[in-house]
């Protein structure tokens, strides 16, 4: 299906939507800005909300993986959140929350940097384990990215292959990098693409947290800026990486989702285009126009502002947007269903985003 053929492609957005649209938006900002900011939009009713997204990317933490890097002699949570381990609270939240499912997947805090391979295969089956018996006890509620110990990629090969195929697997969570080194472009790490392809299991991204992640301690000031500035480079580095690489095209059908609205990426698209054919005394040579490869990956929502939500859409098409709610505790966005909502996309348009999208790729 290409770009075009969706109610609100490129052009006819632009041309229909953001020429209404921006009025619209300015009145949004208006509004919010007296009451509460856009990304704490909310049904006027709470009370007759109903579980519809499906949220692509959704945090947790497993008492047993938690305490098995207690074990190892890591810290244990300062403040635990229930919500990261409770299931049957959580399934409460998402209901009251109009959330139907959620593909669970570690945070940035994921393991991967620090642990030995050998410990990083004892708490990627810990945590497969978990999500295996959670999807067994909420079978509609609860899918899962498997996790992998990407330090050793035979490793992680391995483990990818004891749990694919398994009830309620449905993606691969990995991290963007590991202390800027570029793992995922590597020969080793190919295999995993490929067997990715083949079962079908889209990539779903989040970088590690820690200064040793990213690019410069400029970022790890009083407050450290890594989360707000750190998180969007890399989703912005390993989306060009793909393409500048050729793994896109190495790999036709591979799946990919960036979070955090695609971080960075979306706002360079011009700027990157442009270096591509026309900067530099060697201009790129790829298989497909640079355009083409924007809609190779799905993004989530998670920008918090509606206009930059509707140049998005505008951009890749409103099938290439998926939910993704983030981490309870920080209360990203509470109402994911009312913070599309307020854009007034077509039904058709706020449907894809809001479970259609997420259904295809997750083959539910």
Same mark, same amino acid.
């Given at each position: 299906?290409?770009?075009? *053929?969706?109610?609100?492609?490129?052009?006819?957005?632009? +041309?229909?939507?953001?020429? @209404?649209?921006?009025?619209? $938006?300015? $009145?949004?900002? @208006?509004?919010?800005? !007296?009451?509460?900011?856009?990304?704490?939009?909310?049904?006027?009713?709470?009370? =007759?909300? +109903? %579980?519809? *997204?499906i949220d692509m990317h959704t945090h947790w933490a497993p008492q047993r993986y938690t305490q098995a890097q207690v074990d190892m002699g890591r810290p244990a949570p300062a403040n635990p959140f229930p919500l990261d381990f409770d299931l049957d609270q959580r399934v409460k939240w998402m209901n009251e929350h109009g959330v139907q499912m959620h593909v669970l997947t570690l945070s940035g805090g994921m393991p991967w940097q620090w642990a030995t391979p050998e410990q990083g295969v004892r708490l990627a089956q810990i945590v497969n384990d978990a999500a295996v018996e959670a999807h067994a006890k909420y079978p509609d509620r609860f899918v899962a990215g498997i996790a992998m110990p990407v330090k050793d990629p035979a490793m992680a090969l391995k483990e990818l292959n004891r749990v694919a195929g398994k009830p309620g697997m449905r993606a691969v969570h990995l991290p963007? =990098?590991?202390?800027?080194?570029?793992?995922?472009?590597? &020969?080793?790490?190919? %295999?995993?693409?490929?067997?990715? !392809?083949d079962l079908g299991y889209p990539l779903l991204f989040h970088p590690l947290d820690g200064e040793a992640n990213f690019y410069s301690k400029r970022l790890a000031t009083t407050p450290s800026v890594t989360n707000?500035? $750190?998180?969007?480079?890399?989703?912005?580095?390993?989306?060009?990486?793909?393409?500048?690489?050729?793994?896109?095209? +190495?790999? %036709?059908?591979?799946?990919?989702?960036? &979070?955090?609205?695609?971080?960075?990426? &979306?706002?360079?698209?011009?700027?990157?285009?442009?270096?591509?054919?026309h900067m530099g005394s060697a201009q790129l040579k790829t298989a497909r126009p640079f355009h083409e490869y924007l809609r190779r990956f799905h993004y989530d929502y998670l920008n918090y502002d509606p206009d930059a939500l509707r140049f998005l859409i505008g951009e890749v098409g409103s099938d290439r947007v998926v939910i993704g709610t983030d981490l309870f505790a920080a209360r990203d966005v509470e109402y994911p269903n009312s913070f599309v909502e307020q854009l007034k996309l077509p039904a058709a348009d706020t449907d894809r985003i809001l479970r259609g999208n997420a259904k295809r790729l997750l083959h539910l």
């Open positions: 299906m290409n770009r075009d *053929s969706h109610a609100l492609n490129r052009r006819g957005f632009l +041309k229909v939507g953001l020429g @209404a649209g921006a009025a619209m $938006g300015v $009145g949004l900002r @208006a509004a919010f800005a !007296q009451e509460r900011p856009a990304w704490d939009a909310r049904p006027a009713n709470p009370a =007759s909300v +109903k %579980p519809v *997204s963007n =990098s590991m202390e800027q080194r570029d793992y995922l472009f590597e &020969p080793a790490f190919e %295999p995993i693409f490929a067997r990715c !392809q707000w500035l $750190g998180f969007t480079f890399e989703h912005a580095t390993t989306a060009i990486k793909f393409i500048t690489t050729g793994t896109l095209d +190495k790999f %036709p059908r591979l799946e990919i989702v960036l &979070p955090h609205g695609g971080g960075a990426f &979306p706002f360079i698209f011009a700027r990157v285009e442009h270096g591509f054919y």
